[in-house]
Antibody
């Protein structure tokens, strides 16, 4: 069964850091581009970041560029999101998503989603 | 930056056809994907590459894309189709993923 399981969410103070993880199973993880998508409470979906299958290419939304870093460990079938300088507006459920594209994520859809992990930024 | 515009809400009676639009500048030149999200659940892909249906998605769901508008069509709407629907594209000019604001489908 194809599955994505996120972890690492929690409560953090403004300016703090958090690292999210996404454990993948049931498919050849290293072949596919992956992404993070977030959803603030009561709001719509917002794309955060994407990474190619090899990890050699990364892409970021303007709202997180310079603060968040996406990475992957293909030997561990795990995707990461390092989040620094967190702000109240980063409060959201963070979803890990598999893309339909091998290699680069361009024009890809997100065909498998994790259950999400909640990040709350508050003092 | 590229913007996708969806109506905030669409209402339809059971058994009728619902059409949810997604507007964007020359969106017909892009690949459009559609997601269904029910309360408290992760999104589910229902249409990809404009009109393809993932396995397990009913044939009642279809998509089209031309000019400045992409459309998700749900035929013979059921109560279980009530959800939020989002369109999504990859904007190649900025190498960014863009989601529409979402449309809440209400089954009357």
């Amino acid at each position: 069964e194809v599955q994505l399981v996120e972890s690492g969410g929690g409560l953090v103070q403004p300016g703090g850091s958090l690292r999210l993880s996404c454990a993948a199973s049931g498919f050849t993880f290293s072949s596919y581009a992956m992404s993070w998508v977030r959803q603030a409470p009561g709001k719509g979906l917002e794309w955060v970041s994407a990474i190619s299958g090899s990890g050699g290419s990364t892409y970021y939304a303007d709202s997180v560029k310079g603060r968040f870093t996406i990475s992957r460990d293909n030997s561990k079938n795990t995707l990461y999101l390092q989040m620094n300088s967190l702000r109240a507006e980063d409060t959201a459920v963070y979803y890990c998503a598999k893309t339909t594209r091998r290699g680069e994520p361009h024009s890809a859809a997100f065909d498998i989603w994790g259950q999400g992990t909640m990040v709350t930024v508050s003092s | 930056s590229y913007v996708l515009t969806q109506p905030p809400s669409v209402s339809v009676a059971p058994g009728k056809t619902a059409r949810i639009t997604c507007g964007g500048n020359n969106i017909g030149s892009k690949s459009v994907h559609w997601y269904q999200q029910k309360p408290g659940q992760a999104p589910v892909l229902v249409i990809y590459y404009d009109s393809d249906r993932p396995s397990g998605i009913p044939e009642r769901f279809s998509g089209s894309n031309s000019g400045n508008t992409a459309t998700l069509t749900i035929s013979r709407v059921e109560a279980g189709d009530e959800a939020d629907y989002y369109c999504q594209v990859w904007d190649s000019s900025s190498d960014l993923v863009v989601f529409g604001g979402g449309t809440k489908l209400t089954v009357l």
